[in-house]
């Protein structure tokens, strides 16, 4: 197994979870950001999202931004992810797979 996975990651502007994620400037809910993460865990080890160990959100991601989520192993079942737009850390924590 290699030790990384890279996808683009972005969130329509018409998301039905945008609206009542601050009306009239939306930012990408967390919930949004780690479901990605979830997908892109089973994309790349075909694992589900068993448990989230840490999560972090520093900067928002706007609808229609596009941004990058990279998935590295690290220990065990264990991954780390990042999401990055520009250069900027928008969230980063650990996950672990399950079957």
């Known amino acids: 197994m290699n030790g990384g996975f890279v996808q683009a990651l972005r969130v329509d502007a018409g998301h ?12 990408v809910p967390g919930v949004l950001l780690l479901e990605q993460v979830a997908l892109a865990l089973r994309a790349w080890r075909g694992q589900r999202l068993g448990r989230v160990l840490e999560a972090k959100f520093a900067a928002p991601l706007r609808p229609d931004e596009t941004a990058q989520l990279q998935l590295t192993a690290a220990e065990a079942a264990r991954v780390r992810f990042e999401i990055r737009r520009d250069g ?3 969230a980063r924590g650990l996950v672990e797979g399950a079957a």
């Open 16 to 27: 039905p979870a945008l609206p009542g994620h601050f009306p009239g400037a939306p930012l």
């Open 88 to 90: 900027v850390v928008l």
